[in-house]
């Protein structure tokens, strides 16, 4: 999250002479200087680099070159106008070690930028950074990954790398940085496996990481690392660079490159893929960003009075609909999947978004990897942009292989997450079961009565908990007054062990898997490592906790009913059971998806009371997970007594 200040710089969109008279804001701009080159940015080699940066708009532009990233003065070189608004030099000899930026007379207004292209930066990212990148690789640097094919079976673990090793208790010695993470044989209290380990011992699929490329300083100084800071980091500034406060030493360009690389590699030789949480659809000032300094008008939407468009609450909304937005979103996508060998994107507000640059990346993405995932936050938003063109849950069905969020899931599971108190399904709330069997089938349109955004499962990511809003167990606590702890766990694991069984895609947020809190802050975007950092004391203090989620993990990935491919299969065979009050069930039947056991069913149950329910007369079933709720079982009969999750197996 990243709310932008008032400002009153006053913004100069050009003379219209420079541009044959075509306004920034009209779709003939587009046609008129849309570039679609490959060079953009600088083009490094030992022997000269070359810089090309698109500003149409511009009447004269100076490459400024810097002997440190906060020198007082630098080098002012003119840069010749070419083809279709670009601006080009080429300067002999190597200027490895060098920084630069862009100077840009627009109007009467003279701007310095840093180049948007930028692949390094100087600390706090001010000015860019100019080196050969194929020496940023670690010692170990491979293209080899964990194997990994459908989207569906992948289980998600969204951390933040702040947040996962800072705490005094997590026997990582780079606590908070990209190195911490990998860091082999770590330990804390109890001897508990702690950092990477504890990644890998649960058994996920892919780490999500909050936002990793650079973002703005006014939240985080590289320069007064000694001192209290923190953010999540959902405020762009240079798309396409690492963030340095997680680098060993955010003064060298290069150490944040390589150590990210290093921590990337880790994860792909440890099995586990990595998802980077990239925000393109707000700028963190719409004023100040680069993108405005060097073509005021044309990269953010604008109201028709002229205002920024807020439709993301930040204060602008990135006009990812326009050509040369869109090819540098999709040129920062490939540029972290080609560099970094990044596996997959979480895209923040993808509501805000729009449908074509959405299916533009899947496009490219599948040309050089098809199991790279793309999943979003496809909440129906309003901005300047026509509603059937907004990447959100509407849209799903013009977006194949991109995945929402599943909001209605997670709200029937645990309650309204904007009314603090309100039950969930999981609090013996009430009429919640047809939206929870929504989730179960992962958003398809399973039925006529059942009809939701999905048309495949591989378009439905599943979650109680996320770094947003209150974590499950405080909206449990908020939403449960006069219960105990002993209760409110049981329902915690209820609502773990439902996103785990359902179909599409799983998603688990570091430290649900022991209860984690942030102490009721709901929005701790800037709240400190005090309210954020996973708490590994408590983690040692509910080993069951962990132990459950990772036996959960275990079970999903041993049984393929639980991640069918497609919505036929689903609806082929996937039956809901009768069930009592405050309960759902369901079979899963005839090796679904090629799973061992002929017959699956399913029960989440969260009555207070014991209960008997009567099985599907399918043969004899056997128990598989849920001891801890089960009463009796015989014949064709189950009774259960306490909260939870039940899986039961049928041999015929």
């Not at 500003?55 to 532009?61: H, L």
């Not at 109680?464 to 939403?479: A, P």
Request: charged share 25%; proline share 3%.
């Amino acid at each position: 999250m990243s709310v932008q200040k008032e400002s009153n710089v006053n913004i100069d969109y050009g003379d219209l002479s420079v541009t044959g008279g075509i306004s920034v804001f009209s779709k003939e701009f587009d046609k008129a200087f849309y570039y679609d080159g490959e060079d953009l940015g600088l083009t490094y080699s030992l022997v000269s680099s070359k810089f090309r940066l698109w500003a149409p708009t511009s009447s004269e532009v100076f490459l400024m070159l810097y002997e440190d990233w906060n020198s007082t003065s630098g080098k002012k070189i003119p840069m010749n106008r070419d083809v279709k608004g670009t601006w080009t030099v080429q300067i002999d000899g190597d200027l490895a070690g060098q920084y630069y930026t862009y100077l840009v007379r627009i109007g009467n207004q003279w701007n310095e930028a840093v180049d948007p292209y930028a692949k390094a930066v100087g600390v706090n990212g001010d000015r860019g950074a100019i080196m050969d990148l194929t020496e940023t690789h670690p010692d170990r640097w491979t293209s080899d990954k964990p194997s990994f094919v459908n989207a569906v079976d992948a289980i998600i673990y969204e951390l933040h790398i702040r947040d996962y090793t800072i705490h005094a208790g997590s026997g990582v010695r780079n606590k908070g940085k990209y190195l911490g993470l990998t860091e082999k044989g770590t330990r804390g209290t109890d001897q508990i496996v702690t950092g990477l380990d504890h990644i890998k011992d649960l058994g996920v699929t892919h780490v999500q990481l909050l936002p990793i490329y650079d973002y703005a300083t006014e939240s985080v100084d590289e320069t007064r690392l000694d001192e209290p800071q923190y953010n999540w980091g959902y405020d762009p500034k240079n798309y396409n660079v690492p963030e340095g406060s997680y680098a060993s030493d955010p003064y060298r360009p290069d150490t944040r490159i390589r150590e990210l690389k290093q921590m990337i590699q880790t994860f792909h030789d440890e099995g586990i893929r990595v998802i980077m949480d990239v925000v393109y659809n707000h700028v963190y000032d719409g004023y100040l960003i680069n993108f405005t300094k060097l073509v005021p008008g044309y990269y953010l939407r604008y109201t028709a009075d002229g205002k920024f468009s807020n439709g993301s609450g930040c204060g602008n909304d990135n006009a990812t609909e326009r050509p040369m937005m869109r090819k540098f979103i999709v040129d920062s996508i490939l540029h972290w999947v080609q560099e970094y060998h990044i596996d997959g994107f979480r895209f923040d507000l993808m509501g805000l978004m729009d449908t074509d640059t959405m299916n533009e990346i899947r496009r490219q993405l599948d040309k050089i990897d098809p199991s790279i995932i793309m999943i979003g936050e496809g909440w129906n938003m309003e901005t300047e942009l026509a509603q059937e063109k907004r990447a959100n849950q509407l849209q799903a069905a013009v977006m194949p292989r991109i995945a929402h969020f599943n909001d209605g899931f997670r709200d029937a599971v645990k309650g309204d997450i904007f009314v603090f108190d309100k039950k969930g399904f999981i609090s013996t709330g009430k009429s919640f079961e047809s939206h929870v069997k929504k989730g179960i089938v992962a958003g398809i349109s399973y039925s006529d009565e059942f009809a939701s955004f999905a048309v495949e499962p591989n378009q439905t990511v599943n979650f109680v908990e996320c770094h947003d809003n209150h974590t499950l167990w405080d909206k449990i606590v908020l939403s449960t007054e006069g219960e105990n702890d002993d209760l409110r766990r049981a329902m915690h694991r209820l609502a773990s062990s439902m996103v785990l069984t359902s179909q599409g895609i799983s998603f688990i947020h570091a430290g649900q898997e022991y209860y984690r809190t942030k102490g009721g802050e709901e929005n701790s975007y800037k709240s400190g490592d005090e309210v954020n950092q996973l708490n590994w004391d408590q983690a040692a203090e509910h080993k069951d906790g962990t132990l459950f989620i990772r036996q959960l993990i275990k079970l999903r990935k041993e049984h393929p009913a639980f991640r069918m491919k497609d919505a036929g299969a689903i609806r082929n065979h996937l039956f809901f059971e009768e069930a009592p009050e405050h309960a759902v069930a369901y079979s899963i039947r005839d090796h679904a998806n090629g799973d061992p056991e002929k017959h699956l069913y399913v029960l989440h149950y969260a009555g207070r009371t014991a209960a008997e329910i009567k099985l599907p007369d399918l043969g004899s079933w056997h128990l598989l997970f849920g001891e801890e709720c089960v009463e009796n079982l015989c014949d064709n009969m189950l009774k259960v007594n306490g909260i939870g999750t039940v899986v039961l197996a049928c041999k015929p």
